[in-house]
């Protein structure tokens, strides 16, 4: 996971907390409430079993202290080195009959089918 994503998931977790305790200050809905703090809960859980951040800073982010963070650019220097690929191998051209009119009649095509018998 490139460092972009990572700063997009943390952002959005502290996102989704900061609408938590603006919820909870609001209208102190007691279900929607413990909806939202334990989806929150359940996200930073999962950011700290993927190691996108320690469980001190989950801690911190789950009491609504967590700072936002920017992504940093890529610069020239930092960037990984472009892979060499080899070009595709063109897909080669299967030659077909020319369609006619008979060929797209429908009936036509049944009649193939159903001269053709399946043993079962």
């Known amino acids: 996971m490139n460092d972009f994503t990572k ?9 989704l907390v900061d609408y938590f305790y603006e919820n909870k200050r609001k209208n102190g809905s007691a279900s929607q409430i413990k909806y939202l703090k334990g989806f929150s809960e359940g996200i930073a859980h ?3 079993e993927m190691s996108v951040i320690d469980s001190a800073e989950a801690k911190r982010i789950l009491k609504g ?7 940093v650019p890529e610069t020239p220097e ?15 051209r299967v ?7 008979q060929s797209l009649d429908v ?14």
């Open 46 to 48: 999962t950011l700290v």
């Open 65 to 71: 202290i967590g700072k936002r963070r920017k992504p």
């Open 78 to 92: 930092s960037a990984p080195a472009p892979e060499t690929v080899s070009p595709a191998p063109k897909p080669q």
């Open 95 to 101: 030659e077909t009959p020319p369609l006619t009119s």
């Open 7 to 15: 700063i997009k998931l943390i952002n959005n977790l502290i996102d």
């Open 107 to 120: 009936p036509t095509i049944f009649r193939q089918q159903g001269g053709k018998k399946s043993e079962l």
